[in-house]
């Protein structure tokens, strides 16, 4: 029987932890029928999922798994009742940083990177969105559409099951992954912000803090205009300034207020600063040395492990690059911030999408490193 006290379950919709007491529980025999099952009073000294008791239903005496969150309403996955962690985390960036792409080539690479887990989603919508997404990117070979603006992301749900031991017991984790649009991430603190998406940021055990280095008018100067376009999302963003300072301080205002913290405090959450499109600064007589780490090809899976001395190394080199090309307001704005960050370089698709916005095959480049950073420091992981 499945005991509750050491659950370290939270909706993830509301980000409230999920005590028994805070969900509902239905019993749900086919498709047309459902009831409710309260919890008896055993079950909650015993901290235990209830039972089916109703004579003639065809759960009698089965233990129900199907519930909802008090707090929010909304309808709980089975297992995101049953894991040993809950991880999770929230991207946020400007319109067009490559938050989406980033994501679904993330999720694509630990579903076939050959990492010992086993990846399913949680529900429907995960599995359908996720669908759309890599079918886009990995069979019509086309960049996706900007993620809507104005309305809450929903959470996209895995379970990742660890086969890692060979013990009887395969350790899980829910991993909960948040998108929202660029758009409403750059107006953090200006406008009435959707509720749901306050949480989220609040929430998330890491943040990802997408910037894309093609805002940066030393990079855009030294390359090629057809790359640009071709890499670029928008109308709006090709002409927009770099303005990841600003956001970085209006975000981690925001996330301080929301938890509580004090101004003169760094804030006490992983944040995973994230260089996208790589592939397009290879172009750069300023840009990284051919033989610089950053562009070797990433160790951290092979090994099975977080292999720390490359990540700093990245680190020590995207920091020096954005040093050159005039970016230290940017990084004293994050180091400011945040007590814990680490900064990653990735290309979602290998190499940039040609002026129609196909891509050729895809090939992506340390996007698993965050991810890898986070594991790591959950004790998931070693790290080496
Ligand atoms: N060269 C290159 N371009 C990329 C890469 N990833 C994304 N892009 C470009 O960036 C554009 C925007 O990517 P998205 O993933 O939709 O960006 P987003 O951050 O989700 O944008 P919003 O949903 O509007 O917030 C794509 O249409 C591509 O043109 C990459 O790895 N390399
Ligand atoms: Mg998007
Ligand atoms: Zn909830
Ligand atoms: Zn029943």
Redesign the pocket.
């Known amino acids: 029987m499945f005991n509750f006290r050491n659950s370290t379950a939270i909706c993830p919709y509301c980000m409230q932890k999920l005590k028994l007491g805070n969900m509902k529980f239905f019993c749900v025999p086919d498709e047309d029928n459902r009831h409710e099952v309260r919890l008896s009073l055993t079950d909650r000294i015993k901290n235990r999922l209830p039972v089916c008791k109703r004579s003639f239903c065809r759960n009698h005496g089965l233990t129900i798994r199907e519930a909802s969150c008090r707090n929010c309403g909304e309808k709980l996955p089975p297992q995101i009742l049953f894991h040993d962690k809950f991880l999770s985390f929230c991207a946020v960036?400007v319109?067009?940083?490559?938050?989406?792409?980033?994501l679904t080539t993330l999720v694509h690479e630990l579903k076939y990177s050959g990492l010992p887990w086993v990846l399913q989603a949680m529900d429907v919508e995960t599995t359908t969105r996720s669908q759309i997404n890599e079918q886009n990117v990995y069979e019509a070979r086309h960049?996706?559409k900007?993620?809507e603006a104005g309305v809450a992301p929903k959470p996209q749900l895995w379970t990742i099951m660890d086969n890692t031991g060979k013990g009887e017991k395969i350790p899980t984790y829910a991993l909960a992954i948040y998108d929202g649009?660029?758009?409403d991430c750059e107006h953090i603190d200006y406008t009435p912000l959707d509720s749901k998406i306050s949480l989220y940021l609040s929430g998330a055990r890491m943040l990802l803090i997408?910037f894309d280095p093609l805002l940066l008018s030393s990079v855009r100067s030294e390359i090629r205009y057809e790359t640009l376009n071709?890499?670029?999302?928008t109308e709006r963003q090709t002409s927009a300034p770099a303005n990841m300072v600003n956001m970085v301080n209006s975000l981690s205002n925001y996330i301080r207020r929301h938890c509580n913290i004090s101004p003169g405090k760094r804030i006490d959450r992983r944040a995973a600063v994230i260089i996208?499109?790589l592939?397009?600064l290879t172009e750069m007589v300023n840009g990284f040395s051919s033989d610089s780490t950053i562009l070797k090809e990433s160790p951290h899976v092979k090994n099975l492990g977080f292999v720390d001395s490359d990540s700093k190394m990245v680190d020590l080199e995207i920091r020096d690059w954005l040093t050159r090309q005039g970016e230290t307001a940017f990084l004293g704005a994050i180091d400011a911030n945040f007590k814990d960050v680490r900064v990653f370089g990735v290309?979602?698709?290998g190499r940039?999408?040609d002026i129609h916005?196909r891509l050729a095959r895809v090939r992506p480049h340390r996007v698993l490193d965050p991810l890898m950073w986070m594991l790591a420091s959950e004790g998931i992981v070693p790290t080496i």
């Not at 319109?95 to 980033?102: L, R």
């Open positions: 960036g319109a067009g940083a490559g938050k989406s792409s980033y960049c996706l900007g993620t649009a660029g758009e997408m071709a890499s670029m999302a996208t499109k592939d397009a290309s979602s698709f940039p999408p916005k």
